[in-house]
């Protein structure tokens, strides 16, 4: 999965949800988003493996809401 393609999923089911997901802040090999109160490392890669996608994800649960990437 490219990237841009998890943020820009994740910027809009949080949008959906009326939670704020933000930059809060940068490291050399990852950034650290929040998503209401959770924060996410998510790596600099371009390309981010689909096990690591679902990590994301499953992270993101609490504040978006039980498989909200499935829908």
Same mark, same amino acid.
């Given at each position: 999965?490219?990237?841009?393609?998890?943020?820009?999923?994740?910027?809009?089911?949080? $949008?959906?949800?009326?939670?704020?997901?933000?930059?809060? @802040?940068?490291?050399?090999?990852?950034?650290?988003?929040?998503? /209401? =109160?959770?924060?996410?490392?998510?790596? $600099?890669?371009?390309?981010?493996?689909?096990?690591?996608? @679902?990590?994301?994800?499953?992270?993101?649960?609490?504040?978006? /809401? =039980?498989?909200?990437?499935?829908?």
């Amino acid at each position: 999965m490219k990237r841009h393609e998890l943020l820009r999923g994740i910027a809009r089911a949080a $949008r959906a949800q009326g939670v704020v997901w933000q930059l809060d @802040r940068q490291g050399a090999s990852h950034e650290i988003w929040r998503c /209401g =109160k959770t924060l996410v490392p998510v790596p $600099r890669h371009k390309e981010i493996g689909n096990t690591m996608a @679902r990590t994301i994800f499953a992270q993101l649960e609490p504040e978006i /809401g =039980k498989d909200w990437w499935r829908k």
